[in-house]
């Protein structure tokens, strides 16, 4: 089952800077910065809230680390802006992934789980089978790292 919103992602060119924008101008200070070779992303996970089924809400914010990844494309072709919302599951991602694709009308971006944020397992929905929204589904860590 989907149970929250796990984040909010949001493109943009220089990750400190943005980090900065909204740590000062909102007040989140819970922080955590990973970079993801595979999604060519050097991203930070802003904690606004805690769901309070085994993860939480964040904003995500996403640099790329090379020209051709999917952020690198999406700012080259959009600019800065909202890149993608993350729905969080109480249960297994991929069985989740399992169900919608079995409806036929969205396509799933992966054949299996990849590695995500804080130990994460997250999958991809297809923007144009999804009103024109990147969708990603998150599995939590069962302990999330701080
Ligand atoms: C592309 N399109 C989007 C979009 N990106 N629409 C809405 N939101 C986005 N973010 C549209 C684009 O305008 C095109 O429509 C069409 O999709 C094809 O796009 P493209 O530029 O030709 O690019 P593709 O097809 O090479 O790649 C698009 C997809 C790609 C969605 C397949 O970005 C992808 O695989 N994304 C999933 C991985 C990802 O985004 N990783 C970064 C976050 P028109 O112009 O033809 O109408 S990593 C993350 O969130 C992590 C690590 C985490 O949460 O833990
Ligand atoms: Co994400």
Redesign the pocket.
Known sequence: MLTRID?I?IACHDLDATIAFYRDTYGFTDIHVEV?EE???R?AMLKTNDAGDGGATYI?L?EPTRPD???A??LA??GEGL??I?FGTDGDVQAEADGIAGAGRVRV?YDSPRH??MG?R?T?L???DCG???T?L?EAAPERPS
């Open positions: 984040h992602g993801n999604q060519g992303v991203e995500q996403l990844s999917a952020v494309k999406f072709k959009r890149h993608h993350a971006l995500g944020s994460s997250i991809f297809h923007p144009k024109g929204v990147l990603e998150v």
